[in-house]
Structures are given as C-alpha cells and as structure tokens.
C-alpha cells in the first residue's frame, strides 16, 4: 500500500523561506519520480514541481521558476522542496504525490491522475 507523508510548512512573511519534506513508501508502479502539488482555498489542485531522480529530470510549475528548488532527499522515495521567496499567492495546503504512472520521465507530471499516492498535505501561509 502507497504511503506518503509530509513534513514542514508553516507560516512565513511574504520574501521568507520554507521547506517541505517528504518520504514515500510502498509504490505499485516503478518510477521514482515524486511531485509536489498545492491547493488554495477555492481553487483546483496544481503541480508545482516535480523531479525524477532516475532520469534527472526536474519540472516547475512558471509560477515558481526561480524561486523553489525540488531536490531528492537524502533517502530513497524522499524529496524537499526548498521555497524561497514566498508570496501570499503561495499559500495554500501542499501535497506531496508519489508512485508515478504516467508519461516516461514525468513528462506528464503535470496531470493529477497520473499519481498514485497522496500524502495528508501540510499548510502553507504567507502573509503580506
């Protein structure tokens, strides 16, 4: 069974940083690619990044370019996401997804179905 959970997150001032963590376990499918997504309050579920470490290959979403950086964690199926920077528009609860069943590469990381495992989330706040 897929299991993911995340760590970190908090609240920040807008220009502060935050890093998010996460550790998967019990893939079906045999990539190692993991991804964060993010949801706002009435707002749909977006990728923000995502990395495949097989392949290094990392994906961001324009909204964040040059401003968080998806790294593999020390451990296998770990990943971090460092988030400089911040903005209000970047709060909201983030999502740690695992066990990857799409495109090869992650090349359609982008796509929420195309995740298997789901971690609880982890909130995010950036005040102005």
């Known amino acids: 069974q897929v299991q993911v959970v995340e760590s970190g997150g908090g609240s920040v001032e807008a220009g502060g940083s935050l890093v998010l963590s996460c550790v998967g376990s019990g893939f079906t499918y045999k990539s190692d690619c993991m991804a964060w997504w993010r949801q706002a309050p009435a707002k749909s579920r977006e990728g923000v990044a995502a990395?495949?470490?097989?392949?290094?290959?990392?994906y961001y979403a324009d909204s964040v370019k040059g401003r968080f950086i998806i790294s593999q964690g020390d451990a296998k199926n770990t990943v971090t996401l460092q988030m400089n920077s911040l903005k209000p528009e970047d709060t909201g609860m983030y999502y740690c997804?695992?066990?990857?069943?799409?495109?090869?590469?992650?090349?359609?990381?982008?796509?929420?179905?195309?995740?298997?495992?789901w971690g609880q989330g982890t909130q995010v706040t950036v005040s102005s």
């Open positions: 990395i495949c470490p097989g392949d290094g290959k990392t």
């Open positions: 997804a695992a066990d990857y069943l799409g495109a090869a590469r992650g090349a359609s990381w982008f796509k929420r179905y195309e995740w298997n495992g």
